[in-house]
């Protein structure tokens, strides 16, 4: 089955500079990619999600990259901000399931 | 929409005991997924459901775990007998695909907080 890593598991940044998390997956098979963020007490919600037939995709400071030959794909925050702190977890999908990785706790420091 | 409801959102329990999560979907959702969330694991997935049929039940650890979905409205998780080792967060999520195509967006609970002691 799909297995996905995720690191790093801890990254704390300055506010104002950028965060990469970064995430391999097993199966090539899979063809959906989502990234989720959990505040504390939370549960995980979608903030941006990539297709297979996409290389990159932005949404205001959120990017994502995939590279499916070699089965990356990476989370990109610029000019980072307080709200930005969380859990963020990556993900991986062929169909019906979806794998996360361990997760990512995103501090950002002031 | 009240988005997907799960209760209780914390049980302490004894070892050996019965417990019951219970979940309630997105109205209109047709596929419900139970993870369970530790700091060593991270989010897995014990069992997934589509249209209230159990599809893939192999995350679930030990048939001490059992999960049903009796209507599109409603779901259970429950673990007899309740182990320490059992303690986590157990999140129940829904969508609006599945069936063999792309699950898409997981709308997820807040999560039930379980502790056996």
């Known amino acids: 089955g799909e297995n996905v890593e995720q690191h790093p598991s801890t990254l704390s940044v300055q506010e104002g500079d950028s965060a990469v998390i970064k995430c391999t997956y097993s199966?090539?098979?899979?063809?959906?990619f989502p990234w989720y963020k959990q505040e504390l007490g939370k549960g995980p919600q979608l903030i941006i999600d990539i297709r297979s037939n996409v290389g990159e995709k932005k949404d205001q400071r959120i990017a994502v990259t995939l590279n499916k030959t070699a089965k990356h794909f990476s989370l990109h925050i610029t000019e980072t901000q307080p709200e930005d702190s969380a859990v963020y977890f990556c993900a991986a999908s062929g169909g019906d399931k979806i794998i996360f990785g361990k997760g990512t706790r995103l501090h950002i420091l002031p | 929409d009240a988005g997907v409801i799960q209760s209780p959102r914390h049980e302490v329990t004894e070892m050996g005991q019965e417990v019951t999560l219970r979940c309630k979907p997105i109205s209109g959702h047709n596929s419900l997924f139970w993870y369970r969330q530790t700091m060593m694991r991270g989010l897995e997935l014990l069992i997934y459901?589509?249209?209230?049929?159990?599809?893939?039940d192999s995350g679930m650890p030990e048939d001490r775990f059992s999960a049903k979905m009796p209507n599109a409205s409603f779901s259970t998780l429950k673990i007899q007998p309740s182990e320490p080792r059992d303690s986590a967060v157990y999140f129940c999520?829904?969508?609006?695909?599945?069936?063999?195509?792309?699950?898409?967006?997981?709308?997820f609970g807040e999560g039930s907080r379980l502790t056996v002691l």
């Open positions: 999520a829904s969508s609006l695909g599945g069936g063999g195509g792309n699950t898409g967006e997981l709308f």
């Open positions: 459901f589509n249209n209230n049929v159990p599809i893939d």
């Open positions: 199966d090539s098979a899979s063809n959906y």
